[in-house]
């Protein structure tokens, strides 16, 4: 067997140094977005940090690693990729300078860098310790009494309500949200937005926590990008919104070409059956010309989500 190597920290403080410059770019918010192409022309363009270490191509191992750590702390926490790697390559460097200052007066060792890695294990571990047994007690003493409190029904509640000094912390925690990930041209009208939706959100016997990760896991079939329209057009729309573009191609109406169709009422899960086709016409009228759209039964999918989240009691019937 090859004989195992060992990581020196230069190594390591390099590792995250590149992830950190690659951060830096879009950190904070005079941070700009960062632009990303794949072999297939496809673009990208982000400032969020999970995606953009996500989307990296690394080939060495300790920088999988580390990315995979950051992912599974923004899982946890929602926020914090890009904090994370400037907190690590901080703590490195401070490391590293303090064991290569203390190794120099150390004569345990048969080399220099032998006492740095020692000395480098030993402030590891004392950090480990602080963050255990000391950090919790620091962050009730001195952090908590400078911050706010939010609960969930401060996000939920209405918008009319008295509740001012809340409302202006929940303004405020989407606002900054948003700064990090839209900059300032749309950050206010996308926290104006998410502040309503969280408004209307609804939920039967689960935690609020389950509605919001709902919202994650299914934001792209909630979302219904509209070309030709800038983001402060956009609205929320209570229903199931079937894209305009899946079936045929469109039809000209007596205003303008139609986007989107969205369906308000109720739907069974049995609408369709193999083989049949659903047309909507347009204003009561199903003659051929005022036809909006066709689609068969492979779209009963799309229908089924409707009747799902009706059952979550997401949607009024």
């Known amino acids: 067997m090859p004989p195992l190597g060992h990581l020196h920290m230069e190594h390591v403080l390099q590792a995250v140094g590149v992830l950190e410059a690659v951060i830096l770019r879009s950190f904070g918010p005079e941070g700009g977005q960062v632009l990303f192409t794949r072999d297939t022309g496809q673009a990208m363009l982000s400032r ?7 989307a990296l191509h690394l080939e060495h191992p300790l920088a999988r690693m580390v990315v995979e750590c950051v992912w599974k702390h923004s ?6 990729s890009k904090t994370f790697i400037l907190l690590l390559a901080s703590l490195l460097r401070l490391i590293h300078a303090a064991a290569s200052k203390e190794s120099n007066v150390s004569h345990s060792y048969s080399s220099t860098k032998a006492a740095e890695a020692s000395t480098a294990r030993h402030l590891a571990d004392k950090l480990l310790a602080f963050g255990l047994k000391e950090l919790d007690e620091l962050i009730a003493t ?6 706010g409190c939010i609960s969930w029904e401060d996000f939920t509640v209405e918008a009319q309500t008295p509740s001012l000094t809340n409302n202006l912390c929940v303004q405020k925690l989407l606002r900054s949200f948003f700064h990090t990930r839209c900059g300032y041209t749309h950050c206010d009208f996308s926290s104006h937005l998410t502040r309503e939706l969280l408004s209307h959100w609804k939920f039967k016997n689960q935690l609020p926590s389950f509605s919001l990760q ?12 509209v070309s030709g329209f800038p983001v402060r057009s956009s609205r929320l729309i209570e229903g199931q919104v079937i894209h305009r573009d899946f079936a045929t191609p469109p039809l000209k109406t007596d205003h303008q070409p139609v986007k989107a169709v969205v369906l308000t009422g109720s739907l069974q899960p049995t609408l369709l059956s193999t083989g049949d086709v659903l047309e909507l016409g347009c204003r009561g009228r199903m003659k051929e010309e005022r036809s909006i759209l066709h689609f068969s039964s492979w779209m009963e999918s799309s229908l089924q989500a409707k009747w799902n989240y009706s059952n979550l009691g997401l949607f009024d019937d």
């Open 142 to 147: 001195g952090v908590v009494p400078y911050g």
């Open 214 to 225: 709902l919202v994650s896991d299914y934001f792209p079939a909630l979302h219904t990008p």
């Open 75 to 80: 899982s946890a926490t929602g926020d914090g």
């Open 48 to 54: 969020s940090g999970t995606r953009i270490l996500t």
